[in-house]
């Protein structure tokens, strides 16, 4: 035995490891020094033990299985883990190592087991365990949906909870990005994505997005997505975890809240609050007559002066909340003191809005004041109600608490406890069944959770109301041994529904009154109309609820006409706007507005709200506008007006300015004089039929003027109708905008090219990168990669200068440019480095592309009269799927090799190998 164990007996006596040696038995034979520093075990205390004895019984069986395993020579080594018996009784994980060792030219062998104590290891796992399962529990009690995103993979792990909220079962929607993508409204796809890749390239410090996902029934259920991401080494994302929580009751509330509000300001707002509109600088633009009445001024006086010169009362916005609107929060709203003439103290409300420009910032503000003292005397009195019954109630955020399998309360704590008259944990150790006996429904909806139900119920207490939620609790074995409830303070969102149905009777009161005729129509027929539309319609009270709304067309032809335009409009969430020809009762006819808006874009049968309006009069004044001649002649834009036939009968100035044709020339010519010839007959065949839908077109087409150039103009065309609506005229307006193409097309071709050689640059060359990938990874081909960097470029450029150096540039890219194939991409990435993408290629066809473009380079460049350059390069060669699957290795693959070209020598070129 002694010589089994000298030759490393130094080694091992003086290791940290637990080394010792088992004979054939599995007894103890010879141990190392370490058991003894690290347990207190010595030599005379292990040494013919047997190994099994030490082992905990809980883990016995399974290490006899191994040992059994390895002396019957099934195994050379094996590798085992278990607890292991120290000086003081207690257990230490150790993780082994044996091998099994015969003696040279004898029948014996013996078992040489190396262990590390892995104790602090096990304790942490099990600690990341305990958290792990608090973390679901947390959230599972929360009511959120967990995802768990490996951004390496795109695989999501989903949970339950989250694909329960779309209405689906664990199986029905796969763990990948593809299931979570295919759920996003199209809508909000884009802006969801430029969050994540906002925070994911870390230009936000958080992901935080709200947004729709489809239902299973084909609805849409408003998300609230909260997520975080972890980082490697490299400080790249790798993994992605997150929550959804479902909000879209609280959405259709407040968006219903909202549109209440919308609609009564829409209604009463000029009639009785102030207006005015003014610049960033404060310059007055507009007021309405209430402005000038409560200022007592005139409007001439106001427009064009400084609002802090006329009145004090935006001051505080104007220095304090203007300036500090934006796109996403572009309203403001302030309230302020005022003294008036007599010495009366009035309050003032100011909401103020901000209009931005094309470039996002603020061109001009729009100020609707009133006057609020009443409701603030009102507040005040509410304040000091509030105050004192805070005093004598107290609020009820949230309840949590746990019982279990008996009904045994092991938890409970919450300020919302003081509504039940007891503190925190009052009732740990008591039954609830005995506590809340008189809450019998709460009770019931307990046992039915004890027994495996998750139950979400409302409780309503006499100033308070909560949503619990009952949710099982599971040990390892899958068995209930408890429940976990979390009760939430709804109290807010029950007064915000009751303030709704409140609003709702206020709007009802106020439709009811308005000036226009306003309609509920359901299934073509009439629901609800308000007095103003019976009175308009001559109808008696309630005698047009359950008519067809043909009845307020003169025609069949009419109606049939209206749904026909409307229809798309409302499946697509756009209002119809028109005017048409309404019948009265008693068969007079007017030109009305018809202004419809669907209730539910995805579900017509839920109605639409119809706006009708008599408009003969603007329907006069706008036919005269239409003829006005200064508008005419004084234009920007080309205006011609055709007969039906399409034969020009009247040109503008700007007309002639922009073709060359004068109005003799084309006076009585079809409008295909002006026609380029780009354009086949179905583009006009088209645009025509669009001006026979809907009366109008517009878009951009390729003309030709008197000169012979071609040019693009914006061109819209309209139909002009006399007073009974029948068309008798086209006008058309024309605006050159070729500049415009010219600019929008040299913007483009820039930010995808390089300047200065015509190729592809850093940015399109990874998109061109990622498109390989994707057809390589799609139809199981290869690509090759090369990274192509110059050899003596640098004393070039430094001795003759910059633009030489550019010129020797230009003509390398021109020979590089000859090796490649027109399915293959070479690109610039700026200096002297260069890339080729070669599709479909094998590691044999890049090394004959390489070589040829070793060969184009080293013929000497001409770069003027007095100067020649010879040149050479060093290539970098990688393959995929060979060398890696990921872009971003694959081009650093490619790098690593073209510098192993250059170690080797230069000007010549290097496949990576992987080490």
Not at 132 to 150: K, P, S, T
Not at 642 to 650: A, E, F, S, V, W
């Amino acid at each position: 035995m002694d010589q089994v164990f000298s030759p490393a007996s130094q080694f091992l006596e003086r290791s940290s490891a637990l080394f010792c040696i088992l004979d054939k038995n599995s007894t103890i034979v010879q141990i190392n020094h370490a058991w003894k520093t690290k347990f207190g075990l010595a030599s005379g205390v292990l040494v013919q033990t047997s190994f099994l004895s030490w082992v905990h019984p809980e883990d016995a069986i399974q290490t006899q299985e191994i040992l059994a395993q390895l002396i019957a020579q099934q195994h050379e080594i094996v590798n085992l883990t278990h607890r292991w018996l120290d000086k003081t009784g207690n257990y230490h994980w150790l993780q082994w190592e044996i091998t099994k060792v015969v003696n040279t030219g004898k029948d014996t062998f013996y078992l040489y087991a190396v262990a590390i104590d892995i104790t602090t290891q096990k304790q942490q796992e099990l600690q990341l365990k305990n958290s792990e399962e608090r973390f679901h529990l947390a959230i599972q009690g929360a009511n959120h949906g967990l995802w768990d995103w490996n951004l390496r993979t795109n695989e999501i792990y989903f949970s339950a909870r989250w694909k329960n909220m779309l209405g689906y079962e664990e199986h029905e929607i796969p763990h990948h990005l593809d299931a979570l993508c295919e759920h996003v409204h199209p809508d909000d796809f884009s802006l969801v994505w430029a969050k994540i890749e906002a925070y994911l390239d870390k230009r936000a410090t958080h992901y935080e997005s709200l947004h729709r996902m489809r239902h299973k029934n084909g609805s849409y259920r408003w998300m609230l997505a909260r997520g975080a991401a972890l980082w490697d080494e490299n400080e790249h994302p790798y993994r992605m975890v997150g929550t959804y929580v479902d909000v879209t009751e609280h959405k259709h509330i407040e968006q219903a809240f909202q549109a209440s509000e919308s609609r009564y300001r829409a209604i009463v707002q000029d009639q009785t609050e102030l207006i005015c509109r003014f610049s960033p600088e404060g310059t007055i633009s507009f007021v309405n007559k209430a402005y000038c009445r409560y200022l007592d001024k005139k409007k001439n006086a106001l427009i064009g002066n400084n609002l802090a010169t006329v009145e004090k009362l935006n001051q505080y916005c104007m220095s304090k909340r203007l300036p500090q609107l934006t796109l996403e929060k572009p309203v403001s709203s302030c309230e302020c003191a005022i003294t008036l003439g007599d010495g009366r103290v009035r309050w003032q409300q100011w909401v103020s809005r901000a209009f931005f420009d094309e470039n996002n910032k603020i061109r001009e503000y729009q100020s609707v004041g009133r006057d609020i003292t009443k409701r603030r005397q009102a507040e005040e009195a509410l304040k000091h109600s509030e105050a004192r019954l805070r005093i004598i109630t107290s609020a009820a955020p949230v309840i949590l608490f746990a019982v279990d399998i008996q009904g045994i309360i092991t938890f409970c704590r919450g300020k919302a406890l003081q509504a039940f008259g007891v503190s925190d944990d009052e009732f740990v150790g008591q039954s609830i069944f005995e506590q809340f006996k008189k809450f019998t429904q709460e009770l019931q909806h307990l046992r039915a959770s004890l027994k495996g139900k998750t139950i979400t119920s409302v409780t309503r207490l006499s100033e308070l109301v909560l949503e619990t939620k009952y949710t099982p609790l599971r040990n390892e074995d899958n068995q209930i041994t408890g429940v976990i409830g979390v009760s939430i303070d709804i109290t807010a969102r029950s007064k915000l529904e009751t303030r709704l149905k409140e609003a709702v009777a206020e709007l009802e009161t106020i439709l009811d009154n308005s000036i226009i005729g306003i309609a509920y129509v359901k299934k073509n027929k009439f629901v609800w109309v308000n007095q103003k539309l019976e009175q308009l319609l001559e109808f008696d009270p309630e005698e047009m609820c359950g008519q067809s709304f043909s009845v307020i067309c003169p025609s069949q032809e009419c109606y049939h006409y209206i749904e026909t335009q409307s229809h798309p409009q409302f499946t697509q969430g756009k209002e119809y706007d028109s005017g048409q020809l309404i019948r009265t009762k008693k068969g007079k006819s007017f030109w009305a507005r018809l202004v419809g808006k669907a209730v539910e874009p995805t579900n017509l049968d839920k109605g639409i709200i119809w706006l009708i309006e008599d408009i003969t009069l603007q329907k006069q004044a706008a036919q005269n506008l239409r003829l006005t001649a200064t508008v005419f002649e004084t234009a920007a834009d080309g205006i011609l007006i055709t007969d039906l036939q399409n034969h020009i009968q009247r040109v503008n100035p700007a007309f002639t300015r922009i073709t060359g044709y004068s109005p003799e020339e084309v006076n009585g010519k079809k409008t295909n004089c002006l026609s380029s010839g780009r354009h086949d007959a179905t583009f006009y065949q088209k645009i025509w039929e669009t001006i026979r839908k809907t009366g109008h077109w517009q878009g951009e087409i390729w003309n030709r003027k008197k000169t012979g150039e071609i040019y693009v103009a914006r061109v819209s065309i309209s139909v002009i109708t006399n007073e009974e609506g029948v068309p008798v005229q086209h006008m058309a307006t024309i605006s050159d905008i070729s500049r415009l193409h010219e600019n929008i097309e040299n913007i483009r071709y820039l930010a995808s090219y390089d300047s200065l050689t015509d190729l592809p640059n850093r940015s399109l060359f990874h998109d061109k990168l990622s498109q390989a990938w994707e057809e390589a990874n799609k139809h199981q081909r290869t690509f090759s990669l090369l990274f192509i960097d110059l050899d003596k470029f640098k004393p070039v450029n430094d001795n003759l200068g910059h633009a030489t150096g550019d010129k020797l540039l230009q003509q390398v890219a021109e020979r590089l440019r000859h090796c490649v194939g027109e399915e293959d991409t070479l690109a610039r990435l700026g200096g002297d480095e260069f890339t080729a993408i070669l599709k479909d290629t094998s590691q044999l066809q890049a090394a004959t592309v390489a070589n040829q473009m070793l060969q184009k380079l080293r013929t000497p460049f001409q770069l003027d009269e007095h100067h020649c350059a010879t040149i050479s390069a060093s290539i970098g060669i990688t393959s995929y799927p060979k060398d890696n699957n990921d872009v971003d290795v694959l081009l650093k693959h490619a790098d690593m090799a073209m510098y192993e070209a250059k170690e080797k020598g230069k000007g010549q070129f290097c496949f990576y190998e992987v080490t």
